[in-house]
């Protein structure tokens, strides 16, 4: 079975702290997201990475940053945390797939809390 | 703009009963994939089935049925025999064509199965 691991369940952090989540994935995925969930909006596109130390920007990337320097591992780093970014945070991976059928497997997402 | 629309925020259904959760999209794509996912209370993100847009037989796994409108832009999701650990949100999601599988997610439905 696909396995994707998140660092925390929770995380309770202060405003201005560098903030970093890490995912793991072990199944050799090229592919590996990271998106962010709140109610109401689904779930949305911060980074993606494709290859190792490769990444592109998704559909709300200020305020974050990301890493990929192993191809099982993506960390997603949050420079200077702010109240707006408690959310649930989640990471996926995936094959690379030209027909898009290629399904994406999550890990059991982190929720953060920015006091 | 490429979009999911989920319009229905709630729903409930009787145990054993059928239910239908409506999901459209909006691409000018021609390939492209049509996903839903379950999300327990738990968290995770659990993948049910998925949908081809140049697939001619409707995607079928176990209760789990997609009903793909094409003209209409619509694939919605029937669960026969509800059970109560059917009970969780439920999104719909799209990979247009174009590389890395990126997932566009609806806002999701909450799906409450009463005894």
């Known amino acids: 079975d696909v396995k994707v691991t998140q660092s925390s369940r929770y995380l309770v952090k202060r405003t201005g702290e560098k903030v970093f989540l890490e995912c793991v994935q072990d199944m050799d995925h090229e592919n590996m997201f990271w998106y962010r969930q709140d109610p109401g909006l689904g779930l949305r596109l911060i980074y993606f990475?494709?290859?190792?130390?490769?990444?592109e920007k998704g559909d709300i990337p200020e305020g974050y940053s990301v890493s990929r320097e192993k191809k099982e591992r993506f960390s997603l780093i949050l420079e200077s945390a702010s109240t707006n970014q408690t959310s649930m945070y989640l990471c996926?991976?995936?094959?690379?797939?030209?027909?898009?059928?290629?399904?994406?497997?999550f890990g059991p997402g982190t929720r953060l809390l920015v006091l | 703009a490429q979009k999911i629309t989920q319009t229905q925020p709630g729903m409930f259904v009787q145990e054993k009963e059928a239910v239908t959760l409506d999901c459209t999209y909006d691409t000018s794509d021609q390939s492209y994939g049509l996903f839903w996912y379950k999300q327990p209370s738990s968290g995770e993100m659990i993948f049910l089935i998925y949908q081809g847009s140049y697939d001619e037989q409707n995607a079928t796994e176990g209760r789990y049925s997609l009903n793909f409108q094409k003209a209409r832009k619509s694939a919605n999701l029937v669960i026969s025999a509800s059970q109560l650990g059917d009970s969780a949100m439920y999104f719909c999601a799209m990979i247009p064509s174009g590389g890395y599988n990126k997932l566009i997610f609806g806002a999701g439905t909450r799906l409450a199965v009463h005894p």
């Open positions: 990475s494709y290859d190792v130390k490769m990444k």
């Open positions: 996926a991976s995936s094959l690379i797939s030209g027909g898009g059928r290629e399904t994406q497997y």
